[in-house]
């Protein structure tokens, strides 16, 4: 698209084509930041509102491309970092636990998770109940995969410790 200072039909017609152009690329590409579909087809209506917006003219189809390409990364990183994703669920809406011991109710175990230091409590709910991988952690938290693998570790130690302790008292298992 050379220019498209002009509303009208004809720059209709230049946006959607522009749209068809590019609309897989950038959704592929909020697709790998956000990991979530829906997330990933709001980001692409918001990269193409900003490009309209934006009344951006271009030397060729490839400047075309690198601009929606990093307008996407963008968007994509605020959006991670943005606190409405970060604090979106709500605990009555999280899935139940499996009972780990067969004697307490998953609430509980759930309640103890959310109870431990936050760097513990979001690697072990984004990697049991989220799934995500640990690269996958280590991406979205921006910290290394060792670390990652380290307060995993810590982190299921504290819960083990104490979840064990409120069974203690109940005799054998």
């Known amino acids: 698209m050379a220019s498209h200072s002009?509303?009208?039909?004809?720059?209709?017609?230049?946006?959607?084509?522009?749209?068809?152009?590019?609309?897989?690329?950038?959704?592929?590409?909020?697709?790998?930041?956000?990991?979530?579909?829906?997330?990933?087809?709001?980001?692409?209506?918001?990269?193409?509102?900003?490009?309209?917006?934006?009344?951006?003219?271009?030397?060729?189809?490839?400047?075309?491309?690198?601009?929606?390409?990093?307008?996407?990364?963008?968007?994509?990183?605020?959006?991670?970092?943005?606190g409405w994703r970060t604090r979106r669920a709500h605990l009555e809406a999280l899935p139940d636990v499996a009972d780990w011991t067969g004697e307490e109710p998953s609430d509980k175990v759930l309640s103890r998770l959310l109870a431990l230091p936050e760097k513990y409590k979001t690697v072990l709910y984004l990697y049991y109940y989220e799934e995500y991988s640990v690269r996958d952690i280590a991406e979205l938290l921006g910290v290394n995969e060792s670390t990652i693998q380290t307060r995993l570790a810590r982190?299921?130690?504290r819960l083990k410790i104490d979840l064990e302790g409120n069974f203690h008292d109940q005799g054998p298992h």
């Open 6 to 82: 002009t509303p009208g039909a004809g720059a209709d017609a230049e946006w959607a084509e522009v749209y068809r152009r590019h609309a897989d690329l950038v959704y592929r590409q909020c697709y790998l930041y956000l990991r979530n579909p829906v997330d990933a087809q709001d980001a692409v209506q918001s990269v193409f509102l900003k490009l309209i917006r934006s009344r951006m003219t271009f030397k060729d189809r490839e400047h075309e491309r690198a601009w929606l390409l990093v307008t996407t990364r963008n968007h994509c990183k605020d959006v991670l970092k943005s």
């Open 155 to 157: 982190g299921r130690k």
